[in-house]
């Protein structure tokens, strides 16, 4: 099981983007999620988590970016707003399976990611 991030593009700075996850059900309904990202050289680094009520924020994306979750599509979304440039990464959804929600390795099913790419 893979969860498919999609959404990506090119969008200038300043712009939005909401990026879609599309979640089997059970892992869904049983799971918290997160977004991470990775810039090309970099390592991959966290953006957001959520569960059925708690929110986290990377500090980076903290007031711009905002997480939520489509209970009755199985779909977690990010939506960006004031893109900038360095939010330029490929863009992965992750089940969250314990422990530290800001590490990569406390998640799992990364699937292939959608590339955001911010530039004028």
């Known amino acids: 099981v893979q969860l498919q991030a999609s959404g990506g ?9 909401r990026l879609s996850c599309e979640v089997p059900e ?6 918290a999620l997160g977004w991470f990202r990775q810039a090309p050289g970099k390592e991959r680094e966290f953006v957001a988590f959520i569960s059925w009520a708690l929110t986290y924020y990377a500090d980076s994306v903290k007031g711009r970016f905002t997480i939520s979750r489509d209970n009755a599509k199985n779909t977690v979304y990010l939506q960006m707003n004031n893109l900038k440039p360095e939010d330029t990464a490929v863009y992965y959804c992750a089940r969250h399976n314990g422990g530290t929600y800001y590490v990569t390795g406390s998640y799992s099913y990364w699937g292939q990611g959608t590339q955001v790419t911010v530039s004028s």
Do not use: A, D
Not at 26 to 31: D, K, R
């Open 26 to 31: 059970y892992t869904f309904n049983n799971y």
């Open 9 to 17: 593009g090119l969008v200038q700075p300043g712009g939005s983007l």
